[in-house]
């Protein structure tokens, strides 16, 4: 059962559940921190549903988020931009940048950021980064108008940037959020689909599938 899962399910509901599991990307969170607008939180948890991340943490300082995750689930304005995504996603908050990072690392995660600038002594295009090297991927997507902060820039293995070729200076954090979250779960499909285990290790004598077959799909 997912962790993030309701106690009571309708059969069609777990019917789903158990179809989209073996597709979810494990070890994989997207963090959104600082976020001004906290239905940019719920937008961002829709995509980590949809597209099949496993966590998403959010860096809250200013404690717009209640701790406990099933109070945050029924909170309003996550729940419907969420298009209640939020039920079916481990959410876990923290009050600063340097808590989470933290945290991460001693869990032996490795942080990237997001940033529609240069940043950082690794800075790459998001089609030229490999996701799938680090076994375990936190994913960062900076506030809305400041952008990320220096210090997860200082403490990410790169920071990665959509191509931008109009005259705005970035994508908002919905967009964002989905585009680098799509390319970064293709890639752990792709990867996990092949081997069992880190570093190409464990290889499948058989593929697995990396979209759902037609039958399984939503109507
Ligand atoms: C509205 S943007 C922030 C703009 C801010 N002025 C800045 O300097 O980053 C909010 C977040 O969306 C993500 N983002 C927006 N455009 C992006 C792009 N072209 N490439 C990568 N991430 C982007 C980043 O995580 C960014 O921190």
Redesign the pocket.
Same mark, same amino acid.
């Given at each position: 059962m997912d962790e993030a899962a309701p106690q009571k399910t309708k059969p069609s509901v777990r019917k789903r559940a158990d179809a989209i599991r073996p597709f979810r990307c494990k070890n994989l969170i997207a963090v959104i921190e600082d976020p001004a607008d906290i239905r940019n939180i719920g937008t961002v948890i829709r995509n980590v549903n949809a597209l099949g991340v496993e966590k998403t943490y959010v860096v809250d300082p200013k404690g717009a988020l209640p701790d406990d995750w099933q109070d945050l689930r029924e909170k309003r304005s996550v729940f419907k931009t969420s298009a209640s995504a939020v039920k079916w996603t481990f959410v876990k908050r923290f009050d600063s940048t340097e808590a989470c990072l933290d945290h991460l690392e001693r869990n032996r995660f490795v942080s990237v950021?997001?940033?529609?600038?240069v940043k950082g002594k690794t800075s790459l295009f %998001?089609h030229e980064a490999d996701f799938a090297a680090d076994t375990k991927l936190a994913v960062?997507? &900076?506030?809305? /108008?400041? &952008?990320?902060s220096a210090l997860a820039v200082a403490r990410s293995a790169m920071c990665?940037?959509?191509p931008?070729f109009g005259m705005v200076? /970035? %994508?908002? %954090?919905g967009t964002? /959020?989905g585009i680098?979250l799509y390319e970064v779960t293709k890639q752990r499909r792709a990867y996990q689909s092949v081997y069992r285990l880190r570093k190409n290790r464990g290889k499948r004598a058989e593929p697995l599938p990396t979209v759902m077959p037609p039958d399984e799909r939503a109507e």
């Open positions: 950021v997001t940033s529609p600038h %998001l960062w997507f &900076g506030n809305e /108008s400041r &952008g990320i990665v940037a959509i931008m200076e /970035s %994508l908002n %954090l964002s /959020s680098v």
